[in-house]
């Protein structure tokens, strides 16, 4: 392993291999997890820089994404993560031959990371360029209140491909989830990525769309974040969180409302954490845009939660075929690597 993994060290060295059909596939755990023993604190120290590499490519077909390696760029792009008080340093290598960048939300940058052309920073065609992101904790202010640190789950985008918002970039698929979390956070087996991007997910319809997977009893952190020009409403079929920055409640009399539906608006994102099956057991489940027009359309994927020993609870295999088999104008006639994503280009 090597230092370009942008993972914080994990308790558990588990795989991603299971999930399906989602950009942040191909991650790996990093060395770090070998320094941690005993609980998921992180083994680094706080105010740590990490340099990582990141590859915008295209992928055929008039669709780009970044990766953390050549050839290995996907829709969307890798799970970036930090602690709050790191810095991350990326080295953006614009492998095509377009004018493109890297504009992160919710942490901290200055103008020239700003990946924006209004403050001349971006990627011409084929150059490599620097962009460094800084976190921060939670600070005190003046009169018992706090400036709110880093820690959230956000997103990353082009910002200069096509126009000098990057509306190209992000219609191609030049996206991807930036967590940023608070040390002591609890970390999850498997991390799932859906991006509401105009009437498609992860530039994807039904029944091409991500299918995930967990056992049951894993805590999965899901992710999700708007794109395009429309808005969307995240549903997840018998599961439900705190409407809050974890998705868990901080303790009995925590106010934070538990929600299984929620507003998605362009730009947007958020995440939370809940254990596979922990309402209704494992099965395959629905995740979903609950605009009906938008899940009518292809809007919809799947959350497959096997049993806790990785084996097929009864039909759920069926309800995985009943969704493939699945019929509408945008999806039927055309199989996963035929342009889908020209819904959105
Ligand atoms: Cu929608």
Known sequence: MDDNVDKPARKWGFSRRSLVGVGALGLAVPALTAAVTSNSQPARAAGATRKITIYAESLGNNQYGYGLERGKATIPGPILEMYEGDTLEITLVNTTDQRLSIHPHGVDYSTDSDGAP?????????????????SHEMVAATGRRFRPGSAGYWHYHDHAMGTDHGTAGVLRGLYGALIVRRRGDQLPDKQFVAVLHNTTINNKVAPDTPIFEANLGEITEWIAIGHGDLYHTFHLHSHHWADNRTGYLEGPTDPSASIDNKDLGPGSSFGFQVQAGEGGGAGTWMYHCHVQMHSDTGMSGLFVVRNADGSMPPGAQEAIDRFKGHSHKAASTTDSQSGHGGHTG
């Open 118 to 134: 209004l403050n001349a920073s971006f990627n011409n065609p084929g150059e490599t360029r620097t962009y460094v992101w800084r």
